[in-house]
């Protein structure tokens, strides 16, 4: 047994993140919420713990209170010109005060300066409701690198666009009410106007039709916990709200989930497979095993794919009523209590030879998303498992390093507007969901991240090297 070796987190430049501490309290009022076991049953939440708040300020100007109609009235474009200090916040927005559990100031809002010099905000292309008109291909699309190195797409600054909307609406049908937040009632929209900007390069705008193009005849996976599926759904509602929907098929009841256009002849597909390794019960006692060296039942509806983009992490961190295992098996034996990060390990292995074995490196590009942040830094822990054993394998791997700057992104969870509003008032003791991201919002940008990763080769989240 051969664990893997951690290795440096990559180092970000922290210029984004100055002069802000948020309280522990500010958002951490909000309890985590339950997960319940059947067989690999939809994630809801993680363990009930204190997150530890870190430095988690980006760069922004005082964004505008949003009315509860949903109509904001139009505002000038912002331009920046050079940075300016930062707007001062009132201290209902940073300090430790008790809200009410309706209120929404009690989401915490980062503070940003303003972006660097000479530098604009691109105004997003306006949504349809019914089906956006497809976008004209972009011409071989590139990073407009500022310097000779290879351009870290994953270290930069949120930009806020008053006048930024989403590319796709609340009625998206592959949205379910855990994310739908417009839907179950939250009053603003402010979440959905930060677009990301890396530092040392600028990256192509998603574009839906070169997408498209680039899916033409393929098939596109995505693998792994309900952070996958939150990503998923985002990408599916991205290319679905770009024809009609006649042009489209729509499996949302089935496994896998899956979106597919008739035109392009192209499927996107999610299955849920939390811990990318096998999970049985003994139907004698009913024990929960985990199976570290033997991969999902499911891997072999993967083969063949085009696309392929794995996670895993979150649920190997819980515990208690919330673990969804009672024994590890490894090598026959079975085992009732092991290290964490020892097990992460083990099964990360056992993905990484089953990809090494069975992908066809010349047809089939492969991504691995890091962990969706818990505002608790255990990520980083997991994050440097992954990466170690990523370099020690023969295929290449793309490596979606998200976790930084969507910690930076606490105003973009469901919190308690996962559920309708009206139940949540009927019902006060509802945990609110801090895992899981608003849909339009934050796994949108993980999708053009994505997206730029396939567009361009001088992207850094190209196959990890030592």
């Given at each position: 047994m051969e664990p893997s070796e951690p290795s440096k987190l990559n180092k970000h430049s922290d210029s984004a993140l100055q002069n802000t501490s948020t309280s522990?309290?500010?958002?951490?009022?909000?309890?985590?919420?339950?997960?319940?076991?059947?067989?690999?049953s939809k994630l809801t939440g993680f363990p009930d713990s204190a997150p530890q708040i870190m430095n988690t300020s980006v760069l922004f100007s005082e964004p505008p209170r949003p009315?509860?109609?949903f109509s904001e009235p139009s505002k000038p474009k912002m331009e920046f010109?050079?940075?300016?200090?930062?707007t001062d916040y009132p201290s209902s927005a940073l300090q430790n005060t008790t809200t009410s559990t309706l209120s929404f100031d009690q989401f915490p809002r980062p503070d940003m300066e303003t972006a660097r010099p000479e530098m604009e905000i691109s105004e997003p292309s306006k949504p349809n409701m019914d089906f956006h008109e497809p976008s004209k291909i972009i011409e071989n699309p590139k990073l407009m690198n500022h310097s000779n190195e290879k351009c870290d797409i994953f270290d930069g600054k949120w930009v806020y666009d008053p006048e930024g909307k989403p590319?796709?609406?609340?009625?998206?049908?592959?949205?379910?009410?855990?994310?739908?937040?417009?839907?179950?009632g939250r009053p603003d929209s402010d979440y959905e106007k930060w677009s990301w900007q890396p530092n040392e390069c600028e990256i192509p705008r998603f574009n839906v039709t070169d997408m498209f193009e680039?899916?033409?005849?393929?098939?596109?996976?995505?693998?792994?916990?309900?952070?996958?599926?939150?990503?998923?759904?985002?990408?599916?509602?991205?290319?679905?709200?770009a024809i009609p929907p006649s042009r489209s098929h729509i499996e949302t009841n089935r496994i896998p989930r899956s979106f597919r256009s008739k035109d392009y002849n192209c499927s996107v597909e999610f299955y849920m497979n939390p811990f990318l390794v096998q999970t049985y019960v003994n139907k004698t006692d009913g024990t929960r095993v985990l199976r570290l060296d033997q991969i999902s039942d499911s891997a072999r509806r993967w083969q063949g794919a085009d696309i392929m983009v794995f996670n895993t992490g979150h649920w190997w961190m819980h515990k208690g009523r919330f673990q969804s295992w009672d024994l590890f098996q490894y090598k026959g034996k079975l085992v009732e209590e092991m290290k964490r990060e020892s097990a992460f390990g083990m099964g990360l292995r056992?993905?990484?030879?089953?990809?090494?074995?069975?992908?066809?490196?010349?047809?089939?590009?492969?991504?691995?998303?890091s962990l969706s942040p818990q505002h608790s830094g255990q990520h980083y822990c997991y994050n440097?498992?992954?990466?170690?054993?990523?370099?020690?394998?023969?295929?290449?791997?793309?490596?979606?390093?998200?976790?930084?700057?969507?910690?930076?992104?606490?105003?973009?969870?469901?919190?308690?507007?996962?559920?309708?509003?009206?139940?949540l008032m009927i019902n006060q003791k509802q945990s609110p969901d801090c895992s899981h991201w608003c849909l339009p919002g934050l796994p949108d940008t993980w999708n053009m991240l994505l997206y730029v990763s396939m567009v361009s080769s001088n992207s850094s989240s190209w196959h990890l090297m030592v």
């Open positions: 522990p309290t500010s958002f951490g009022q909000f309890p985590t919420p339950n997960v319940e076991f059947s067989q690999i009315n509860t109609e010109s050079g940075p300016s200090k930062l590319l796709y609406g609340p009625q998206c049908p592959f949205l379910h009410d855990q994310v739908s937040c417009r839907r179950n680039r899916l033409r005849g393929k098939r596109l996976i995505m693998v792994g916990d309900s952070l996958n599926g939150n990503m998923w759904a985002s990408l599916a509602c991205l290319l679905y709200s056992t993905w990484a030879r089953w990809v090494d074995r069975y992908v066809d490196r010349t047809k089939t590009t492969v991504f691995f998303r440097q498992i992954v990466e170690g054993r990523i370099r020690r394998m023969r295929t290449p791997v793309r490596y979606l390093n998200i976790t930084k700057l969507s910690q930076y992104r606490k105003d973009a969870h469901p919190s308690i507007y996962s559920s309708k509003r009206e139940k």
